[in-house]
């Protein structure tokens, strides 16, 4: 299995930019979480699907924020505008049944 | 009180010394429990479940005490390639969704030669 894909590991953008990164979970999975990772807060939940359908968006910081996942396989997280404090790492897992989290290698942001 | 404490660290070690990591959590329904470990510039991986009777991988036990609301990781025999951020990782059950999970910030292990 290929696990979690995300893309693209690396983005640089500038702020007000529009930005969309990707996440192909693992097959068969049915749990499909969006994190964001930065030095100060360490690993938050931003938004997390069961069956394609959003359970949990309370960690969104905003509205510029969203996420969809139009079918198993795939998923996108939008931020627009983008601005400088985005800048952190993004990351995709994918769950079983049980609990266990399998994640992406990650999305490196960066808004100047 | 955060969800998930973890003592940040770091802890430096020689290579072969054993090294036991704690972790508290605050949600007393809390199910199930997880250790993973962040390499540099990496994701978090899967190190271990943790099951209420405690169980143990290779050089790695972990143990759990509901009652203190208490999780431990215990590494023996620390090789260079333990270097790491270990991640205590606890169900909460609290939640709108029994499978979010909550992260604890992570202790920073460096194994020395």
New interface residues.
């Given amino acids: 299995d290929a696990g979690v894909i995300q893309s693209p590991r690396h983005e640089v953008t500038e702020m007000g930019q529009e930005v969309t990164l990707r996440c192909k979970p693992i097959s068969g999975h049915n749990?499909l979480f969006w994190y964001r990772q930065t030095m100060m807060r360490?690993?938050e939940?931003l938004i997390?699907f069961?069956n394609n359908v959003p359970?949990?968006d309370?960690g969104m910081p905003e509205d510029r924020f969203s996420a969809k996942m139009p079918n198993a396989s795939f998923s996108t997280l939008k931020i627009q505008p983008s601005e400088p404090r985005d800048s952190a790492v993004y990351?995709c897992a994918s769950?079983p049944v049980s609990?266990?989290?399998?994640?992406?290698?990650?999305t490196r942001l960066t808004v100047t | 009180r955060k969800e998930v404490e973890q003592d940040p660290g770091p802890f430096n070690v020689p290579e072969g010394a054993t090294v036991a990591f704690n972790c508290t959590y605050s949600n007393s329904a809390s199910q199930s429990f997880f250790w993973y470990r962040q390499d540099c510039r990496k994701e978090p991986k899967l190190l271990m479940s943790v099951y209420s009777s405690g169980n143990e991988d290779g050089r790695f036990t972990a143990q759990l005490n509901r009652a203190s609301q208490y999780i431990s990781l215990l590494i023996r025999d620390s090789k260079l390639s333990d270097s790491a951020t270990y991640l205590c990782v606890v169900n909460n059950r609290s939640s709108g969704s029994a499978r979010q999970l909550t992260f604890g910030s992570g202790t920073q292990l460096t194994v020395l030669p």
């Fill in positions: 749990s360490g690993l939940l997390y069961n359970i949990d309370s990351f769950s609990y266990e989290q399998y994640f992406g290698p990650g």
